[in-house]
């Protein structure tokens, strides 16, 4: 099997990550309507904002420009990313355990820098045959993915993801491909509603009942 897995909400608890990143910046003086004014930035390509992403190297500097000393947070945010492993679901680890010898790639989206930083210290990288940071379409990135890939004829292609934007484009690129809408209680898209997945499940448990037959 070729599986492609997302990362925020789906093997990490980016609820609970947002809010510790939270409370250093309201323990150090920034009241939560400045942390929520200044938590994404637009990137810009081409003189155009274009797409909306968070990252907190970026809201410390917006906030600093401000006239806040920041260098408290700073220094509590580098101790807090230094080591992500415990927002890591402990379903997730006992997955990718299970499906270790398949090939495993994260296709995630977000700002490069922040994401693959918070991915390459959550301990999980090894997993991985690529970690794949994207601005727009997962469906491009796997595209590429799979062009420099041979794909052996009845190969199962799994995506994993907590978006129904991210499975729209998924299945309407790749018909083929097993799909799964992952809602758990501790992500924040557990709401999520899509006629574009194959399967909506609860647990990684509930993914490994379904693709032991597809890998045969």
Do not use: H, W
């Not at 942390?35 to 930035?41: L, Q």
């Not at 690529?130 to 469906?139: L, N, T, W």
């Amino acid at each position: 099997m070729i599986i492609f897995i997302d990362f925020d909400d789906v093997l990490f608890n980016t609820k609970q990550f947002v809010a510790d990143i939270r409370s250093i910046f309201e323990k150090n003086g920034v009241s939560e309507e400045t942390f929520k004014k200044y938590y994404r930035y637009f990137e810009v390509k081409k003189g155009e904002k274009i797409v909306r992403k968070y990252n907190p190297y970026k809201q410390i500097e917006r906030i600093k420009a401000q006239g806040f000393e920041t260098g408290k947070i700073e220094k509590e945010f580098a101790k807090l990313i230094s080591d992500t492993s415990e927002y890591i679901f402990s379903d997730g680890i006992e997955f990718l355990d299970e499906v270790k010898n398949e090939d495993l790639y994260v296709v995630s989206f977000g700002d490069r820098k922040f994401q693959k930083e918070k991915i390459n210290n959550s301990g999980i990288a090894k997993y991985f045959k690529k970690i794949s940071v994207v601005d727009f379409s997962k469906a491009v990135e796997i595209k590429k993915i799979l062009k420099n890939k041979k794909v052996k004829k009845g190969e199962g292609l799994i995506f994993i993801d907590d978006r129904e934007k991210f499975l729209k484009d998924i299945k309407k690129s790749y018909p083929g491909m097993v799909t799964f809408l992952l809602k758990i209680p501790e992500g924040r898209y557990d709401d999520e509603i899509t006629n574009y997945c194959d399967f909506e499940v609860r647990s990684f448990n509930e993914i490994l009942e379904i693709i032991e037959p597809v890998s045969v």
